[in-house]
């Protein structure tokens, strides 16, 4: 088996940004820029993630999903406002591959096995946005984690996939964008409780957390951001200074690292080495940079 590493990009408005917890949300640059850096390094997917959709109650990534796909050939999934089978059907013509839906799954059910009917299981993927209360529990919440729901997110995972769900989206809020690591427990909790793969994103800060969450937290695949972020900045700020490309968003902030002390910026590359390191496949062949 291959492991996938898929890069996430929270987009609001026309901008790439990165918060802690979902929250404090920082402009990085444009979202185009960082998708066609990670599709040259070695990305297995994207996962790209309208931040306010919710505010606006619809999906407002078309046209950078269109001018993305029309430059990139990996898999591209994309969510955030998605309300019903037209709304997948819009975002699936505008160039994505799969959709993530959470909230509106949450409240209606039946819109699981309603998509995967119409597009097919491969084509669905459940997002579930977790987080442990105090009896030892993970509730799932909705609107990119704004609003709590009461759900139990293990019960929750389960039935997504028996309403035919073709994979799961799990992301720590507790550990979202914090660089201490994966909630290891709550995805494995998920992955040996359901039969789809699971996907595992919130707190990657370096290499080796991505094996970790694989071997000890039985992850099919890794979603991640702030770490790969900071080392793109990094290339695409050597390109600026070459006049090849002009970087946008809050660099001076980023640069003295406040907020992310944490997290270590590495590849692609960089992840695919420690995996290999301690046996694991991976699905592409990064260059190193």
Request: glycine letters at 10%.
């Amino acid at each position: 088996m291959n492991f996938r590493l898929i890069p996430r990009l929270d987009i609001k408005g026309p901008n790439l940004v990165k918060g802690i917890h979902f929250e404090g949300l920082r402009v990085l640059g444009k979202p185009e820029d960082f998708a066609q850096h990670y599709y040259e390094n070695g990305a297995d997917e994207l996962f790209f993630q309208d931040a306010v959709a919710s505010l606006y109650d619809r999906n407002s990534l078309h046209e950078i999903i269109q001018r993305t796909s029309s430059q990139i050939f990996i898999p591209l999934c994309v969510g955030g406002g998605l309300r019903s089978v037209d709304d997948i059907r819009e975002v699936l013509r505008a160039g994505a591959d799969k959709v993530a839906i959470n909230t509106e799954a949450i409240k209606r059910p039946e819109l699981i096995k309603q998509a995967s009917i119409a597009f097919g299981s491969s084509t669905i993927v459940v997002s579930i946005e977790a987080i442990k209360r105090d009896n030892g529990k993970w509730e799932a919440l909705i609107e990119y984690g704004r609003e709590t729901t009461g759900v139990d997110a293990l019960e929750w995972a389960k039935q997504a996939a028996e309403l035919g769900a073709g994979e799961l989206m799990v992301t720590s809020i507790d550990q979202e964008g914090t660089g201490k690591g994966f909630d290891l427990e709550l995805t494995r909790a998920i992955s040996t409780s359901v039969s789809i793969p699971v996907i595992a994103g919130g707190g990657c800060g370096k290499p080796e957390d991505v094996p970790q969450v694989i071997t000890e937290g039985k992850a099919d695949a890794v979603s991640m951001a702030t770490t790969l972020h900071y080392k793109a900045i990094e290339t695409l700020a050597e390109k600026s200074n070459s006049h090849e490309y002009e970087l946008e968003g809050n660099t001076e902030f980023l640069k003295t690292g406040r907020g992310f002390a944490k997290v270590t910026p590495c590849s692609i590359y960089d992840i695919q080495k420690t995996m290999r390191q301690q046996g694991l496949p991976c699905r592409m062949e990064a260059n190193s940079e």
